[in-house]
């Protein structure tokens, strides 16, 4: 895989024709629906960083340590205490997801891109059903998705474990050749791409400094088959005339 321009922009071309067959628009949550700059997921990266320094009496470093520890082998912090030390997972959740929101503004530009698209949109996230539902709620985007399949939902399975995809593909009776999914980490667009999904991958407009070069790479390959940085300008000449909130 190759590193993309600093501007990314679609990997092939992008036309309402090349989503003519989507129906089904299914949208990871965090540093997908909303930008880095409102830091939303600094705050729970350090919420859960505190959870594990109280859990265990370790000072910041030794927690943060262990944090990328559980998060590299199992995929999320929460898998790994699971695995590990059988925490309960509501107190983790409840703990992790309690954040200041006032710095994430409403997007009513998104919402009207998302609501013009056509067909059914989801929410697929690592996170919990209400961090999803408090964050959509205050984009104002809340009420154009018909459902959101959390990490609870998965039996704590976090993307990109393909259980996961295949496990919300039957819930809610989605069939991948006429689905897309847009994500913040490439790595997540692997398994949507072999279920025969179309993929975008959605990088921030500026460097995030609370994540991993990584993390918000922008990356030619054959499983991302769109990279931008600007999801509402991306979603808008998708849109179908006549459409209407769902």
């Known amino acids: 895989m ?3 321009p600093d501007t990314p922009t679609a990997t092939s071309p992008l036309t309402a024709e090349g989503f003519a067959h989507v129906d089904h628009w299914i949208f990871d949550l965090d540093n997908t629906l909303y930008s880095h700059e409102a830091k939303v997921w600094p705050q729970v990266d350090e919420r859960i960083t505190l959870f594990l320094a109280e859990l265990f ?3 910041g470093l030794s927690s943060r340590a262990l944090q990328k520890y559980y998060y590299q082998r199992y995929g999320t912090t ?3 205490l699971m695995e590990e030390h059988g925490i309960d997972p509501d107190d983790f959740l409840d703990f992790a997801h309690q954040i200041d929101l006032s ?5 009513p530009e998104l919402g009207e891109a998302i609501a013009a698209l056509p067909g059914r949109k989801l929410i697929l996230t690592n996170g919990s059903r209400g961090h999803a539902e408090n964050v959509a709620g205050k984009l104002g985007i809340l009420h154009h998705f018909e459902d959101i399949f959390d990490i609870v939902q998965a039996g704590f399975t976090p993307k990109p474990e393909r259980a996961t995809y295949e496990n919300f593909l039957a819930k809610h009776a989605v069939d991948p050749a006429r689905a897309a999914m847009f994500e913040d980490i490439e790595k997540n667009l692997l398994v949507p791409s072999a279920l025969g999904m179309k993929t975008v991958l959605i990088v921030p407009k500026t460097l995030d400094p609370f994540r991993e070069a990584w993390e918000q790479t ?8 769109h ?3 600007d999801l509402t300008g991306f979603l808008r000449p998708l849109g179908r ?4 909130p769902s």
């Open 2 to 4: 190759k590193k993309l």
């Open 78 to 80: 929460l898998k790994g």
């Open 103 to 107: 710095l994430l503004d409403p997007n």
């Open 241 to 244: 005339p006549g459409e209407r």
């Open 57 to 59: 009496g370790l000072d």
């Open 227 to 229: 990279v931008t940085a």
């Open 218 to 225: 922008a990356v030619a390959a054959g499983h991302v088959h």
